[in-house]
């Protein structure tokens, strides 16, 4: 009951954003300014002020890392050689490596662990970001890469590496782990107070233009294409990260949040590296359109699960 009481307000928000995209209402260039501005000004500030808040005890959190990056190094080759035992083409096995741990962790993990975990939970939350966002970009590009052209090349590789270093996300997890390290236990009441009113618009600017975002078509269709990358993205991997972390426990909150992170379904962005990319940018939107609907039937078993 309380996952399903969870997930509700989420969904009638994503469909109060699809609602008004699909009257008209809300524009494609209004629907841009909105992300532009959660990517760059309420996350960033909700991400930086959650960080902060984090002990530094936990964030020498080596299991967390342990369980982040196993699971980073093990999904992309798992979901390559299912798409291959499957028969697909390099365009569309590199589009499963790439969703496999690519998941909405901030337009809906975000709200998700905010509603079902409360502040401490957006702190976990923040925590995860920050020790892996870096690999989360560079290791589902590479896969991707590898799966698509036979391999790596270093330009490839600095180029990741460089544009991940200036995401705004993750620069405002990293400096919140500087100001922790430095002693800074909570910030001025000023600055504090600034924040949190950037922050506060997060929640549901992120949800409806979540919304506003999804194409939902031929939604049958798309499932029986690509329930592979279903199952892999909304099952396959939290599971993975619950078996991790029973070998390597973290604070249950911790845990829970991570768990709940990695059963988000696959980020919007994917359909943007995909077509950068030369994948198969079409089924990418699929997946994202898929693993989008029926997350809103999975989040609450996995909120009933860690909670």
Same mark, same amino acid.
């Given at each position: 009951?309380?996952?399903?009481?969870?997930?509700?307000?989420?969904?009638?928000?994503?469909?109060?954003?699809?609602?008004?995209?699909?009257?008209? $209402? +809300?524009?494609?260039?209004?629907?841009?300014?909105?992300?532009?501005?959660?990517?760059?000004?309420?996350?960033?500030?909700?991400?930086?002020?959650?960080?902060?808040?984090?002990?530094?005890?936990?964030?020498?959190?080596?299991?967390?890392?342990?369980?982040?990056?196993?699971?980073?190094?093990?999904?992309?080759?798992?979901?390559?050689?299912?798409?291959?035992?499957?028969?697909?083409?390099?365009?569309?096995?590199?589009?499963?490596?790439?969703?496999?741990?690519?998941?909405?962790?901030? $337009?809906?993990?975000?709200?998700?662990?905010?509603?079902?975990?409360?502040?401490?939970?957006?702190?976990?939350?923040?925590? $995860?970001?920050?020790?892996?966002?870096?690999?989360?970009?560079?290791?589902?590009?590479?896969?991707?890469?590898?799966?698509?052209?036979?391999?790596?090349?270093?330009?490839?590789?600095?180029?990741?590496?460089?544009?991940?270093?200036?995401?705004?996300?993750?620069?405002?997890?990293?400096?919140?782990?500087?100001?922790?390290?430095?002693?800074?236990?909570?910030?001025?009441?000023?600055?504090?107070?600034? +924040?949190?009113?950037?922050?506060?618009?997060?929640?549901?600017?992120?949800?409806?233009?979540?919304?506003?975002?999804?194409?939902?078509?031929?939604?049958?269709?798309?499932?029986?294409?690509?329930?592979?990358?279903?199952?892999?993205?909304?099952? +396959?991997?939290?599971?993975?990260?619950?078996?991790?972390?029973?070998?390597?426990?973290?604070?249950?909150?911790?845990?829970?949040?991570?768990?709940?992170?990695?059963?988000?379904?696959?980020?919007?962005?994917?359909?943007?590296?995909?077509?950068?990319?030369?994948?198969?940018?079409? $089924?990418?939107?699929?997946?994202?359109?898929?693993?989008?609907?029926?997350?809103?039937?999975?989040?609450?078993?996995?909120?009933?699960?860690?909670?």
């Amino acid at each position: 009951m309380a996952g399903l009481s969870a997930v509700i307000p989420l969904l009638l928000t994503i469909l109060l954003g699809w609602s008004l995209r699909r009257r008209d $209402y +809300l524009k494609e260039e209004t629907t841009q300014q909105l992300l532009w501005l959660l990517y760059w000004v309420s996350l960033p500030a909700l991400l930086f002020r959650r960080t902060v808040a984090v002990g530094t005890e936990t964030l020498l959190n080596g299991n967390l890392f342990l369980v982040i990056h196993i699971a980073f190094f093990f999904m992309p080759p798992l979901a390559w050689l299912l798409a291959r035992l499957c028969g697909e083409s390099r365009s569309r096995s590199a589009v499963s490596t790439l969703v496999s741990i690519r998941s909405n962790n901030v $337009y809906m993990g975000l709200p998700v662990v905010a509603l079902a975990l409360g502040p401490d939970g957006v702190a976990a939350l923040s925590l $995860y970001l920050a020790m892996g966002l870096f690999s989360y970009n560079l290791l589902s590009i590479g896969w991707a890469q590898i799966v698509l052209s036979g391999g790596l090349s270093r330009k490839d590789l600095v180029e990741t590496a460089r544009s991940v270093l200036r995401n705004p996300l993750f620069l405002a997890c990293f400096a919140g782990i500087g100001a922790a390290f430095l002693g800074l236990k909570e910030l001025p009441l000023w600055l504090d107070s600034f +924040l949190k009113i950037l922050s506060d618009l997060a929640t549901a600017l992120a949800l409806i233009a979540l919304g506003a975002s999804l194409r939902i078509g031929r939604p049958l269709a798309v499932l029986r294409s690509a329930w592979r990358d279903v199952l892999i993205r909304l099952f +396959l991997h939290p599971a993975l990260m619950v078996g991790l972390f029973r070998l390597f426990p973290v604070e249950p909150v911790l845990a829970s949040a991570v768990v709940l992170a990695t059963a988000m379904p696959a980020a919007v962005n994917n359909f943007i590296v995909a077509k950068g990319m030369d994948m198969d940018s079409e $089924y990418a939107g699929e997946v994202v359109a898929a693993t989008t609907v029926l997350s809103l039937i999975t989040i609450p078993l996995w909120i009933g699960w860690v909670a």
